[in-house]
């Protein structure tokens, strides 16, 4: 029985998940340090105080990051129901934003790569390498 080389399927894989984030977007990011993310890239902490403020703030989807044009501008609007804050920016602190996803997103994929191929074929499901490099 022949097998391929480890090392040129962990290539081809991590390829494609690039190529796939590239296309995927950075909009709905579901992950537990989204709020985190946004402080690093610049969005502001705003807690809205007007009625209008509190009427746009209410129709926002929670825990999505959105995006709104006012007066020929865009804006971005992340809204954290539980603490009762928005975050906004604008395009400059949301293109850090899709950077810093991509970035965590890539050194996720790095950790999955540097795993031994047996664990890796259990994490992920029943494919890729088996035991002592059989691929089944």
């Known amino acids: 029985m022949k097998t391929e080389k480890p090392s040129f399927n962990l290539l081809i894989i991590l390829c494609l998940a690039v190529f796939a984030l590239s296309f995927a977007g950075c909009a709905s990011m579901g992950s537990s340090n989204t709020k985190s993310m946004l402080s690093a890239s610049g969005f502001q902490v705003r807690t809205p105080t007007t009625p209008l403020q509190k009427e746009i703030y209410a129709a926002l989807t929670p825990y999505h990051l959105e995006r709104a044009t006012y007066k020929n501008k865009t804006f971005y609007v992340y809204k954290d129901e539980q603490s009762g804050v928005a975050y906004v920016g604008?395009?400059?602190?949301?293109?850090?934003?899709?950077?810093?996803?991509?970035?965590?997103?890539?050194?996720?994929?790095?950790?999955?790569?540097?795993?031994?191929?047996?664990?890796?074929?259990?994490?992920?499901?029943?494919?890729?390498?088996?035991?002592?490099?059989?691929?089944?």
């Not at 970035?103 to 031994?116: E, F, T, V």
């Not at 890796?120 to 499901?125: C, E, S, T, V």
Request: glycine share 10%; charged share 15%.
């Open 90 to 136: 604008r395009e400059p602190e949301y293109q850090a934003y899709c950077r810093l996803a991509v970035q965590q997103q890539i050194a996720q994929n790095y950790q999955a790569a540097a795993m031994s191929p047996y664990w890796a074929g259990r994490w992920y499901g029943a494919y890729g390498y088996g035991y002592r490099g059989v691929y089944w």
